[in-house]
């Protein structure tokens, strides 16, 4: 008897994507007599609207040192899942594009909106796992999202660039790391880089503390500060707003970084030197993934599929003390994993002088 698996890859691109469905189809084909995978084309897009391609042992070779994706992604928001637009009920869609297919299990890559949407699927009585993607690390429940390293990667050798010509020309950097509301990416790779100031979402800065700390390093014959800030960096000041104000604070912004307005501030404040601002971007996402990315996403896919055969559904595969196991979708879906402010690795920063721009 034919086993039908399903995989699509959904919100945000990362790293190691490939190399998931990879690890999981290798195994599939390895353990099973007798199995068929159905890529769906651009994650749940292709789900609803029967987009999807029907893959080959092939299609699996030579991509684990591939970045993005070989089926395409897109952002299906989970808030709109159950939105009837135009007479078209997604979620009746996919379950049709289930059943029309006979799939016996679903493998949903995605991160914290895609899973909550993958943890609704299975709800919906459909036979659904997770592999958790995110460059954010912020998925609840894991230790680690396939695709963070490669991203801290990046994120460091911009770090590492922008500190020469920080130093040649005597200037103050304010970097842009991607992270909306939570700050891994930044701290590891601020850590990384050896960057004295790192700003996080779950941390409010004051403007103060961060001049303080360009002025002790400029007392120490340190004529340059790089500064690794998250985009969702936030300050004292407009972290006690209400929500709704914040918000329209931020629409205000029409797009603009918060460090260009950092830039700003700290300008005004040191007339003497020049502040940059710079924005590293999506090249977080891009490239090859590393090594660790490749073993892990590889371990990952194994575990996924090794649900998928003995029917484990329901599942999300995680990382736990160093080992691959698995947790109940319900479990992770509406939560995140934020930066612990009082957290070890935070604390142990302190202690060798790195500031938060709090204290």
């Not at 329901?314 to 992770?332: C, F, M, N, P």
Request: aromatic share 6%; glycine share 10%.
């Amino acid at each position: 008897m034919t086993l039908r698996v399903g995989i699509l890859t959904s919100g945000g691109d990362c790293q190691a994507l490939n190399a998931t469905m990879r690890g999981l189809a290798k195994t599939l084909y390895n353990c099973v007599s007798d199995v068929e995978i159905i890529g769906f084309k651009n994650g749940y897009y292709g789900l609803m609207h029967e987009k999807y391609v029907k893959m080959q042992p092939k299609d699996f070779s030579g991509i684990i040192d591939q970045g993005g994706t070989i089926l395409g992604t897109s952002r299906q928001p989970f808030k709109y899942m159950r939105v009837i637009d135009d007479g078209f009920d997604k979620v009746a869609a996919m379950k049709k594009t289930y059943k029309k297919l006979n799939l016996d299990a679903l493998a949903v890559l995605g991160g914290n909106g895609s899973l909550k949407s993958a943890n609704m699927l299975a709800q919906e009585g459909l036979n659904v796992i997770g592999l958790p993607k995110t460059i954010d690390n912020d998925t609840w429940g894991t230790d680690y999202t396939f695709g963070f390293q490669s991203a801290v990667d990046v994120a460091t050798r911009y770090l590492d660039d922008i500190r020469t010509t920080a130093q040649s020309h005597s200037r103050i950097f304010v970097v842009e790391v991607m992270g909306h509301k939570v700050g891994h990416i930044t701290l590891h790779a601020g850590l990384a880089a050896g960057s004295d100031i790192i700003l996080l979402p779950e941390i409010p800065y004051d403007l103060d503390v961060i001049a303080k700390k360009i002025k002790q390093r400029e007392k120490q014959g340190k004529n340059f500060t790089v500064i690794a800030c998250a985009e969702g960096a936030i300050s004292k000041e407009d972290a006690k707003l209400p929500k709704k104000k914040y918000k329209a604070k931020v629409a205000a912004r029409n797009g603009q970084s918060v460090v260009v307005g950092l830039g700003e501030d700290l300008q005004k404040l040191f007339p003497a030197k020049e502040v940059r601002a710079a924005v590293i971007g999506h090249a977080q996402r891009g490239g090859a993934p590393d090594a660790y990315d490749r073993a892990i996403s590889t371990r990952f896919g194994i575990e996924g599929a090794r649900l998928i055969m003995n029917r484990s559904f329901g599942r999300l595969v995680v990382l736990k003390r160093g080992e691959v196991d698995s947790i109940a979708l319900e479990d992770t879906a509406g939560k995140l994993a934020y930066v612990d402010p009082e957290g070890k690795t935070v604390n142990n920063a302190r202690l060798m002088g790195v500031t938060f721009g709090d204290k």
